[in-house]
Nanobody, 124 residues
Framework: QVQLVESGGGLVQAGGSLRLSCAAS????????MGWFRQAPGKEREFVAR????????YYADSVKGRFTISRDNAKNTVVLQMNSLKPEDTAVYYC?????????????????WGQGTQVTVSL
């Protein structure tokens, strides 16, 4: 089993930056594809970014490409989402997630492990 705990959310003005961290417990972390999803009120959970088990490849939603960067440190069992040039539409609860599957997916229900979420609010 893997447990995920997010931190780093908060309130920021549009154009600002936030850095979300995800701390993982469990010996299988380094073998997992890791990702970030978000869910705004009244909306479905949506894919934000993912990173391969070795950090060798990353993939982003079009809405965050060029503004967000995902990274990981397998020695520290952590995943980071650096968010720059934030917009009000980025406001949501952000979830860290882990995926054991061989084929990468952006579908939330296919991911295996989830954190409790951290709120990000971007004001005008």
């Amino acid at each position: 089993q893997v447990q995920l705990v997010e931190s780093g959310g908060g309130l920021v003005q549009a154009g600002g930056s936030l850095r979300l961290s995800c701390a993982a417990s469990g010996r299988t972390f380094s073998s997992l594809r890791m990702g970030w999803f978000r869910q705004a009120p009244g909306k479905e959970r949506e894919f934000v970014a993912r990173i391969a088990w070795n950090g060798g490849s990353t993939y982003y939603a079009d809405s965050v490409k060029g503004r967000f960067t995902i990274s990981r440190d397998n020695a520290k069992n952590t995943v980071v989402l650096q968010m720059n040039s934030l917009k009000p539409e980025d406001t949501a609860v952000y979830y860290c997630a882990g995926d054991r599957s061989v084929v990468a997916t952006t579908t939330a229900k296919m991911w295996d492990y989830w954190g409790q979420g951290t709120q990000v609010t971007v004001s005008l």
